[in-house]
Nanobody, 116 residues
Framework: QVQLVESGGGLVQPGESMRLTCAVS????????IGWFRQAPGMEREGVSC????????SYTDSVNVRFTISRDNAKNTVYLQMNSLKPEDTAVYYC?????????WGQGTQVTVSS
């Protein structure tokens, strides 16, 4: 399994932008499917976005489509989540996930708070 470390969370006002980073170690990123998940207080963890290892295709949950962009830099073994036009309902702990051949790795999460 790879090790994942998220960073870049914090407090922002509604309408602002933030970029989350997920540093991957212990494996080569390009062989992993990568996803960003989030969990708000009292809610179940939900998938936000994912990036395929096979063709780089991406997908997004409806609530963040157009506002969020997932990307990966395989040379740096790093995954990003660019979040624009943030809303209070985006407040959650955001987790990075990597999957390959039955392995399933998670980071420790980073808190994102959107509030005025």
């Amino acid at each position: 399994q790879v090790q994942l470390v998220e960073s870049g969370g914090g407090l922002v006002q509604p309408g602002e932008s933030m970029r989350l980073t997920c540093a991957v170690s212990g494996g080569t990123l390009d062989s992993y499917a990568i996803g960003w998940f989030r969990q708000a207080p009292g809610m179940e963890r939900e998938g936000v976005s994912c990036s395929s290892s096979r063709d780089g295709s991406t997908s997004y949950t409806d609530s963040v489509n157009v506002r969020f962009t997932i990307s990966r830099d395989n040379a740096k073994n790093t995954v990003y989540l660019q979040m624009n036009s943030l809303k209070p309902e985006d407040t959650a702990v955001y987790y990075c996930n990597a999957k390959k051949s039955g392995t399933d790795s998670w980071g420790q999460g980073t808190q994102v708070t959107v509030s005025s």
